[in-house]
Structure formats: structure tokens, C-alpha cells
């Protein structure tokens, strides 16, 4: 599922016609201009609901530290269905540095049940706050592995 987040729409464009298997399937096209925080998260949740209630997956992925990323990881806890997280444990400690990504990563750790860390340091991290099993390492963030020249999905996977 694309959002319509810049960064996602990038990737899929490149993407298109090359990995059909990884297009999304729902474009959602959300985004528009001057939105504030709030007004972008509860249009990402409720047009995310609507998507999860009809698709019923399984699990639902997110990467990176997007508000699109906290909203869609909400949107599948609160349907009960289990959410993986890539690029999982970056830290600042500083909930105002970056903002809101921080904050964003923190409260998707709390909702995943699946942690991918693109670094050892990112793996001590979730270590640190709690998360005791469930993590993996996926080297590098989703850029770094792009850049290798692996294709991977982008946003969110239903």
C-alpha cells in the first residue's frame, strides 16, 4: 500500500515495470499541501482501516520512521494483526530530534511484533528498551540497500 509519501512514490516509480510483484496494490494518494501532523496521520489511519478490513492480512510491514509508518503500524494493532518493522532500534534518544521521527520510532517498536535492524547498535537498542526476542538484522537501511542494488518494497505491505 502507498501512502503517497514522496520517498514511496520515488521508489515506485523506479520500481514500475521492473518488479510488478512489489507494485502496490492500493494507492492510496493522500498527501496534499501544508497538512498538518494530525490531519496526515488520521487520514493514513482511516483510509488504512478501510484497506486492512477488506485485505485481512496476515501482517502488515512498515519501514523507516514516517508518520506514515506509526500510522499504518497503529492501524494493524488495534486489528489485532502482528506488524514487522525494518530499519527497527535507530535511536536519538531525543523525542524532539529528529521530529516526530523519534517519537515514531519508539511508539513502532511498541507496536511491532517483528524488529529489523539495519545495525548491531540498532539491535542493542530495542535490547535495551524491552524488546528481548524478535529481532534480526537486515543490514543497512532500506537507502543503503537500494543503492547494493537489491529492490525491496517500500511503505506499506499488505
Known amino acids: 500500500m502507498n501512502q503517497g509519501d514522496s520517498v514511496a512514490a520515488q521508489l515506485a ?29 488520521s487520514r493514513i489511519r482511516a483510509a488504512t482501516e478501510a484497506v486492512l478490513l477488506n485485505e485481512r492480512p496476515d501482517m502488515v510491514v512498515v519501514q523507516g520512521d514516517t508518520t506514515t509508518t506509526l500510522a499504518g503500524a497503529l492501524g ?3 486489528q489485532g494483526i502482528p506488524v ?4 527497527a532500534g535507530l535511536r536519538t534518544w531525543d523525542l524532539a530530534q529528529p521530529f516526530p521521527e523519534e517519537m515514531n520510532r519508539v ?11 539495519p545495525t548491531a547498535a540498532a539491535a542493542r537498542n530495542l535490547r535495551s528498551e524491552g524488546v528481548p526476542r524478535n529481532v534480526s538484522r537486515l543490514p543497512g537501511t532500506l537507502a543503503s540497500i537500494r543503492s547494493s542494488g537489491y529492490a525491496m518494497p517500500c511503505g506499506m505491505g499488505v
Open 13 to 41: 516509480s523506479e520500481l514500475e515495470g521492473r518488479l510488478e510483484k512489489w507494485a502496490p496494490d492500493h494507492d492510496l494518494n493522500l498527501m496534499t499541501p501544508a497538512q498538518t501532523l494530525a490531519q496526515s496521520t
Open 76 to 78: 494493524a494493532f488495534y
Open 84 to 87: 514487522g518493522h525494518i530499519e
Open 107 to 117: 511508539v513502532t517498536t511498541r507496536l511491532s511484533a517483528l524488529h529489523f535492524a
